[in-house]
């Protein structure tokens, strides 16, 4: 019985928290939701650990040495689980995220609701966008080294990138192929990957390289047979035969679904939102991961972005549960002063509050606002400076008084005499 | 579901009357291993009409490469012996991609 509210998530209060999507970075702001005792719904649609859990080799995780994506993602899930999250496997359809209750619904026609929303819906691999490779995808070209690298044991294979991804990548294929050739964009000695990952690539006696060059199409009947290489200096075509082409270009970020719904994104279709904090442009809307514009994409980073989103969603709940509770709720008409400690005139102001409420028989309700720990709140009510007062009847600003409080007690009487009638 | 190997793949599936789904899979393919249980859902929901059949590639290298599977997950769909569509790649092998092919293949 007493689980029944479980079995019927449509009709529950709202979540404190719904987390959209289940890697690194939504998986950390779960465990700081958790933690943070925020009732808290994760939401992935297939595997949890996102590209993190097609990615074999992981050298820099601290404290774990050398292990695996699909092994610490593992366990990312299990540290989720323990803390008592609730995880769905759903895939998200449309959201509505400009209320004060946010909507989620879901492919299935499931219908979550939450206070606060942390978006993570991390990227996908980027496609060459050359001819022949949609028609032999999944018959030689492929995105995921883990998945398909079996089918080219003692076979050869080209690898198109130079970043990171594709250097590790690279390596892994090396335990099973019989050359690794990397396309590379830069002239001869220029990787984008970093220096320790380089060295051991031109270590590695089975990896070759095609400096200066793209792939200008795959060929192939039925599969993979040959690329045509361009060189980039001298425009020269020139047709190399592989088995197979992997592809490891960068990513695009997976935020299709939250186009036309007001989140700021850039014209590549990351997120925007603020570096210290995560927020993004819409109230209580976090962002976190490899779909946020950031510098730096890897595992760390997107645990970071997560544990900062799920900090910041606790403080804006908490911000919205005082204003809800000290401003927009009581019965009694609010004066709301926004103060900070650095300006007299603003403690001046809290007291005379204060003196002429009591004198007026406590008419009001005194909610007192510090505008640097609520600069969210203060932009909300078009708050620039302090002291300010905003009356508030029944949840909405009937006056405000801003710059001279030289007859402030005489604002306040008069405002008692309207309050009363 | 019926796990497949290089000597049972010709008459489970090849010499096969009526439709037979095959789930091409890695140990290693994580991909695979997710979209597994809603495949086993879809064999319970169609299994009356359509045969489901699983090739674990790592144990069945040449047999994948002899039905040109060459990415997993791949879906190969057969009706009497008959290669009549495939799923290729984790971008085509979604759930609702699986189910449309076995409403045509039912």
Not at chain 1, 15 to 43: F, H, S
Not at chain 1, 138 to 157: H, I, N, Q, R, W
Request: a negative charge; one cysteine or more.
């Amino acid at each position: 019985m007493a689980d029944l509210q479980n079995q019927h998530p449509t009709v529950m209060e709202p979540y404190d928290l719904i987390i959209v999507g289940g890697g690194p970075a939504g998986m950390t702001a779960a465990i700081y939701g958790a933690r943070a005792k925020m009732r808290t719904l994760l939401i992935e649609k297939a595997k949890h650990g996102g590209q993190a859990a097609t990615t074999e080799e992981v050298e820099n995780w601290p404290g774990s040495g050398k292990t695996t994506g699909p092994e610490l993602m593992k366990q990312f899930r299990e540290h989720t689980e323990h803390l008592g999250v609730e995880m769905i496997k759903e895939d998200v359809a449309r959201v509505d995220l400009k209320g004060e209750i946010k909507v989620i619904e879901t492919r299935k026609g499931n219908r979550y609701e939450g206070r606060a929303v942390i978006l993570s819906p991390g990227a996908h691999p980027r496609t060459l966008g050359v001819k022949g490779e949609g028609p032999l995808r999944g018959k030689g070209v492929s995105y995921c080294a883990t998945c398909d690298a079996d089918f080219f044991t003692e076979l050869d294979v080209v690898v198109v990138g130079s970043g990171d991804a594709a250097v590790e990548e690279s390596l892994y294929l090396t335990k099973f192929c019989e050359s690794v050739t990397m396309i590379v964009l830069h002239p001869e000695g220029t990787m984008d990957a970093n220096k320790a990952s380089q060295e051991r690539a031109y270590a590695n006696p089975k990896i070759k390289y095609v400096w200066q060059s793209a792939i200008e199409e795959i060929k192939g009947d039925g599969i993979v047979e040959s690329v045509v290489l361009k060189h980039l200096g001298t425009g020269d075509l020139t047709e190399m035969p592989t088995n197979g082409v992997f592809v490891f270009i960068g990513t695009v970020p997976n935020t299709e679904f939250l186009k036309d719904t007001g989140l700021a994104l850039d014209s590549r279709g990351y997120m925007l939102a603020d570096s210290e904090t995560m927020a993004t442009n819409l109230d209580g809307v976090f962002a976190a991961g490899d779909a946020r514009q950031k510098w730096l994409r890897q595992i760390v980073t997107a645990a970071s972005d997560g544990a900062i989103a799920a900090c910041a969603a606790e403080k804006y709940l908490a911000e919205e549960e005082h204003l809800r509770h000290e401003v927009l709720e009581p019965k009694e008409p609010v004066l709301a002063v926004f103060w900070s400690p650095a300006s007299k005139e603003s403690l001046d102001v809290l007291g005379w509050a204060e003196q002429a409420n009591t004198a007026a028989g406590g008419t009001f309700k005194l909610a007192r606002i510090d505008l640097y720990k609520s600069a969210r709140l203060a932009q909300r009510y078009g708050v620039t400076q302090v002291p300010s007062v905003l009356l508030f009847m029944n949840g909405e600003v009937v006056d405000r008084l801003e710059g001279n409080f030289d007859d402030f007690t005489h604002w306040i009487t008069e405002k008692t005499v309207t309050a009363a009638k | 579901m019926l796990e497949v190997n290089k000597e049972t793949f010709e008459a489970e599936v090849l010499q096969a009357k009526g439709a037979v789904a095959v789930d091409w899979w890695s140990p290693q393919c994580e991909p695979c291993k997710e979209l597994m249980p809603e495949v086993e859902v879809m064999a319970g929901k169609y299994g009356s009409t359509i045969k489901f059949c699983k090739v674990n590639v790592i144990e069945n290298r040449r047999l994948a490469l002899g039905n040109k599977v060459l990415g997993l997950p791949t879906f190969l769909f057969f009706k009497d012996g008959q290669k009549v569509a495939e799923l290729a790649g984790p971008e085509a092998c979604t759930p609702e991609a699986i189910e449309a092919e076995l409403k045509k293949l039912a």
